[in-house]
């Protein structure tokens, strides 16, 4: 791939210079009067031109080549233009003149080649500056998550730990072995997710658009976490449109559902109710609602909220809508947050027009 790159600068790099050369062929032939004085005769308009086209391929080099192209190009054009000058039917006049545009032949290339490379020099700095901060941001992020993950498996380890010890003293009642059980079991469904989570911010699987029933896949999402929401005294309404069909990635859509619920259901309260609602909205677009009764999220923390690794939870890795905004930005939609202190919280996400209704 290197090679390739460079056979392909080296190539239009002979191609740059071929053009110069023909250029400077041309005004050379203009300069020498082979061209404007056999269709308008000699005058001192046609001359003053001849000398003006010589800047043009000195000002193409020092952009394409620097301050040393555009030196070359003037020297070049200089000494094929010393004929014309020193002609004996030149009057002595003239040749001041023509000495001074050989002089401004130079200072055009100096003044093109130095702007040029100093452009160069600030994209090229720019360019540095931009990776060095996209490096120190993936390290930060790098730190973030190592910590991250720390913190989110040490407690469940914890916990599985003081589990296991309870229930391998041959003291422990039968009824309270099962309640650790469950207990040892809950916690490494939480480490399992922890780290799904992580692994899926980190190295997210490429989305594959497919026609897909939309709102199959929506309710297929709200029946594997009905348990969940029943054992927390949660009700949920729910309206969906039969047979909302959109370009999307099934599995993905699954996984976005799955976050925007268990947030609900995490910020709601013994019963209270979350509201689901697919639809065709305005514009054909399809619309998709998940919203709360919870406590609602402060207006500072909204702006943060997609942030990853942000969370005012006690618990949790503050990856879950940032993976949302992620799964919806993959099938050309929009996501939008809209809550109130105490008044709970709705995460409103549009798709492209639908396929069929």
């Given at each position: 791939m290197g090679d390739d790159l460079t056979k392909v600068a080296l190539k239009v790099k002979y191609y740059k210079i071929g053009f110069l050369g023909l250029l400077v062929a041309l005004t050379l032939a203009i300069h020498y009067g082979l061209v404007l004085e056999n269709i308008f005769g000699h005058a001192g308009w046609?001359?003053?031109?001849h000398g003006r086209f010589c800047y043009i391929p000195i000002a193409i080099a020092a952009v394409w080549f620097g301050v040393r192209g555009g030196l070359v190009t003037a020297a070049i054009i200089s000494a094929a233009v010393m004929p014309f000058i020193f002609l004996p039917r030149q009057h002595p006049t003239d040749l001041s003149g023509e000495l001074v545009e050989i002089v401004f032949y130079f200072a055009i290339?100096?003044?093109?080649?130095?702007?040029?490379?100093?452009?160069?020099?600030?994209?090229?700095?720019?360019?540095?500056?931009?990776?060095?901060?996209?490096?120190a941001q993936r390290l930060s992020t790098i730190g973030r998550m190592a910590a991250g993950v720390a913190h989110?498996?040490?407690?469940?380890?914890?916990?599985?730990?003081?589990?296991?010890e309870i229930?391998?003293?041959?003291?422990?009642?039968?009824?309270?072995?099962?309640?650790?059980?469950e207990i040892a079991f809950?916690?490494?469904?939480?480490?399992?997710?922890?780290?799904?989570?992580?692994?899926?911010?980190?190295?997210?699987?490429?989305?594959?658009?497919?026609?897909?029933?939309?709102?199959?896949?929506?309710?297929?999402?709200?029946?594997?976490?009905?348990?969940?929401?029943?054992?927390a005294g949660v009700a949920t309404d729910v309206v969906i449109t039969d047979s909302i069909h959109?370009?999307?990635?099934?599995?993905?859509?699954?996984?976005?559902?799955?976050?925007?619920?268990?947030?609900?259901?995490?910020?709601?309260?013994?019963?209270?109710?979350?509201?689901?609602?697919?639809?065709?909205?305005?514009?054909?677009?399809?619309?998709?609602?998940?919203?709360?009764?919870?406590?609602?999220?402060d207006q500072l923390d909204l702006e943060k909220?997609?942030?990853?690794?942000?969370?005012?939870?006690?618990?949790?890795?503050?990856?879950?809508?940032?993976?949302?905004?992620?799964?919806?930005?993959?099938?050309?939609?929009?996501?939008?947050i809209e809550s109130k202190s105490g008044k709970g919280t709705e995460v409103r996400i549009s798709f492209p027009p639908s396929e069929e209704t």
């Open positions: 046609i001359h003053a031109i290339a100096l003044l093109t080649g130095a702007l040029t490379e100093r452009e160069l020099h600030i994209r090229r700095r720019h360019g540095e500056t931009k990776l060095e901060l996209e490096r989110e498996i040490k407690n469940p380890l914890a916990s599985i730990k003081g589990a296991l229930m391998s003293d041959e003291t422990t009642p039968s009824n309270d072995r099962d309640e650790f059980r809950k916690e490494i469904r939480r480490v399992d997710g922890t780290v799904r989570d992580f692994l899926t911010f980190a190295r997210p699987r490429k989305t594959e658009l497919t026609s897909i029933n939309l709102s199959k896949t929506v309710v297929a999402s709200l029946r594997q976490i009905d348990a969940q929401i029943e054992s959109i370009k999307g990635d099934a599995e993905k859509i699954h996984q976005l559902m799955l976050n925007l619920m268990l947030n609900a259901l995490e910020a709601s309260n013994s019963g209270s109710t979350i509201q689901v609602k697919l639809a065709v909205g305005s514009g054909d677009r399809v619309e998709l609602v998940v919203k709360d009764s919870g406590q609602g999220i909220v997609f942030e990853p690794f942000y969370t005012t939870k006690s618990a949790g890795t503050g990856l879950g809508l940032a993976i949302a905004r992620s799964i919806v930005d993959d099938h050309g939609g929009a996501i939008r």
